[in-house]
Each structure stands twice: as structure tokens, then as C-alpha cells.
């Protein structure tokens, strides 16, 4: 009997979790609470809050728990290519519903709430950015960037278009743009002969 509990309560979290994202998407974020998440899912608050100790942690874990595309990089030999492949995807999840937009209400709730911003950071932004210096540490091995760049400012010049426009213009962000980013970028990458 009690082999059960761990399917039941994973199936529990599951069903917490898709109410927590048809919520947000129907009502927003700002307008989204544990008792109307407990009310859609059958369940009682007690048991969202023994899990979740906050609104914005459990929408991290909800928000995450999507099973959108991996932002992994390529490796051709193009860190070029690379770079714009896995910005495209980037780009492109941002664009779609119902990531983009619970996206940016997560980033939102990260001002405001410490813990939500450490766990989104240590999940989300951390991982992907060891993955994007991964890859240009590749690169500055095999020649095709300076040898002396300082990587993580690179991340840096690489994510705060993508969420300057995300948060601050709320502008589309386009293949073409994301190529003038790069073709700029990479001007100052290469390495000096």
C-alpha cells in the first residue's frame, strides 16, 4: 500500500502544477493565489503549501515543468552557427505562448521575491549560461574567438538584448535581429591576426 504514495503524490504535484499554468494563462500571474490554485486542482491549501512555501515558487516549479525544448547547443565547429541556432530556439520559446508570457511573469515575481530569484537563477539562468560558455570555451580552444575574451561578459552582451526586449520594450524578437546581435558581436570576437 504504501508503494503507491509516491505515484499518488507525483500525480498530486502534476495535477497542482497544470492548475497553477491554466490559472496563470486565464488570469494572470498578479491575480493567481493558492487558494484558487487549490480550488482547480481538488486540493487543499496545506498540501500546496507543505510543497511550495510561496505563490512564486510554485509557479517556478509549474513554469518549468513544461516540457518545451532542451536549450542545448550544437557543436558543428561553427560557433557562429552555434550561437544562432540556440538563440533562435531561445527566441522562439520567448515568442510562444504559454511560455513567453509566463516567462516574463516569473521574471517579474523574481524582483520582488528572493527566493523565487535564487531559484530561477540556480534551475533556469545558471544552467543555461554554463551551457553558452561551454560552448564558447570550445571555441577559444579551437581559435574561432580570442583567446583573451572574457567569456562570461560575452553572456552577458548575448542575454541583454534577448531580455531587453523581453522585459523592458516588449518587442519582438526576430531571427534578423538575433543576427545583427551576433554579426556585431562576433566583429569584436575574432581573433587578431
Request: hydrophobic letters at 45%; proline letters at 6%; a negative charge.
Amino acid at each position: 500500500m504504501t508503494s503507491n504514495r509516491p505515484e499518488r503524490a507525483a500525480a498530486r504535484t502534476t495535477v497542482i502544477m497544470q492548475a497553477t499554468l491554466a490559472l496563470a494563462q486565464e488570469i494572470g500571474y498578479a491575480r493567481l493565489s493558492i487558494e484558487a490554485v487549490a480550488a482547480r486542482a481538488g486540493a487543499g491549501k496545506h498540501t500546496i503549501y507543505r510543497r511550495w512555501p510561496s505563490k512564486g515558487l510554485l509557479f517556478l516549479d509549474s513554469l518549468l515543468s513544461l516540457n518545451e525544448p532542451v536549450l542545448d547547443y550544437p557543436d558543428t565547429g561553427d560557433v557562429l552557427a552555434d550561437l544562432r541556432e540556440q538563440i533562435y530556439a531561445a527566441v522562439d520559446l520567448l515568442a510562444s505562448p504559454p511560455w513567453g508570457p509566463l516567462y516574463r511573469a516569473l521574471i517579474g515575481e523574481a524582483q520582488h521575491d528572493p527566493a523565487v530569484a535564487a531559484a530561477l537563477n540556480d534551475r533556469f539562468i545558471r544552467p543555461q549560461t554554463d551551457k553558452t560558455i561551454a560552448r564558447l570555451k570550445t571555441a577559444q580552444d579551437q581559435g574561432q574567438v580570442s583567446p583573451d575574451l572574457d567569456l562570461d561578459l560575452v553572456m552577458a552582451i548575448l542575454s541583454g538584448p534577448l531580455y531587453f526586449g523581453l522585459l523592458i520594450t516588449q518587442e519582438s524578437m526576430t531571427h534578423d535581429y538575433i543576427d545583427r546581435v551576433l554579426d556585431a558581436l562576433f566583429t569584436g570576437m575574432s581573433p587578431r591576426h
